[in-house]
């Protein structure tokens, strides 16, 4: 088992940045791959970001690639969310999540393939 804390949203304009953060405890951190999902109020939730257990692959929605930039600390028991150049439809609670290390692919977009989930931090996009 892993809970996870996310971090940092807040309202921000228009071409502004945003850093999230998700804090994990429980087992060890390393043993999971990461993702980030966002969903707005009437929406399907939608995929972000995921990333490996060890860093060393990533995979980003063609809505946020250029813009944003998934990160983690093992040591810190931490994955980050970098958010440049937000739009409005950023608007979203964004939520982290978390795999077991055993599954494949060790990066995946679809919700269902993950099994420990946030509560999620408001991320607001304003002009």
């Known amino acids: 088992q892993v809970q996870l804390v996310e971090s940092g949203g807040g309202l921000v304009q228009v071409g502004g940045s945003l850093r999230l953060s998700c804090a994990a405890s429980?087992?060890?951190?390393?043993?999971?791959?990461m993702g980030w999902f966002r969903q707005d109020p009437g929406k399907a939730r939608e995929f972000v970001t995921a990333?490996?257990?060890?860093?060393?692959?990533?995979s980003y929605a063609d809505s946020v690639k250029g813009r944003f930039t998934i990160s983690r600390e093992n040591a810190n028991n931490t994955v980050y969310l970098q958010m440049n150049s937000l739009k409005p439809e950023d608007t979203a609670v964004y939520y982290c999540?978390?795999?077991?290390?055993?599954?494949?692919?060790?990066?995946?977009?679809?919700?269902?393939?993950?099994?420990?989930w946030g509560q999620g931090t408001q991320v607001t996009v304003s002009s």
């Open positions: 990333i490996s257990w060890n860093g060393d692959s990533t």
């Open positions: 999540a978390a795999r077991e290390l055993w599954k494949t692919p060790v990066v995946a977009s679809e919700d269902r393939k993950y099994d420990y």
């Open positions: 429980g087992r060890t951190f390393t043993y999971y791959h």
